[in-house]
């Protein structure tokens, strides 16, 4: 069984950063890619940054680019969410993802296989 777990949230200013981090255990020799989403108070779940396991190849949303930044250690069957300039509409419940199967794009939920518990992001003005 895949089991996920996120960690590195919390409270932080508006302008300042944070590190997310979300490990992942069984059957890793098969992941496609990794990807954090975020569902802020009162909205639907949304894609934020995906990265291919193998490749390395990475894919963001436009609100994040330049701001955010995904990566992973494969021996360590890891992946980061760098989170710099963070605003306000930032805050929300971050999520990492995993998916098996070769994906096109990268932000409908239904091609993603496991989900972690959720790590609570906070921005303050």
């Known amino acids: 069984q895949v089991q996920l777990v996120e960690s590195g949230g919390g409270l932080v200013q508006a302008g300042g950063s944070l590190r997310l981090s979300c490990a992942f255990s069984g059957r890793a020799f098969s992941t496609f890619a990794m990807a954090w989403f975020r569902q802020a108070p009162g909205k639907e779940r949304e894609f934020v940054a995906a990265i291919r396991w193998n490749g390395g190849i990475t894919s963001y949303t436009d609100s994040v680019k330049g701001r955010f930044t995904i990566s992973r250690d494969n021996a360590k069957s890891t992946v980061f969410l760098q989170m710099d300039s963070l605003k306000p509409e930032g805050t929300a419940v971050y999520y990492c993802?995993?998916?098996?199967?070769?994906?096109?794009?990268?932000?409908?939920?239904?091609?993603?296989?496991?989900w972690g518990q959720g790590t609570q992001v906070t921005v303050s003005s």
């Open positions: 993802a995993r998916s098996e199967r070769p994906i096109v794009v990268y932000y409908y939920i239904k091609d993603y296989d496991n």
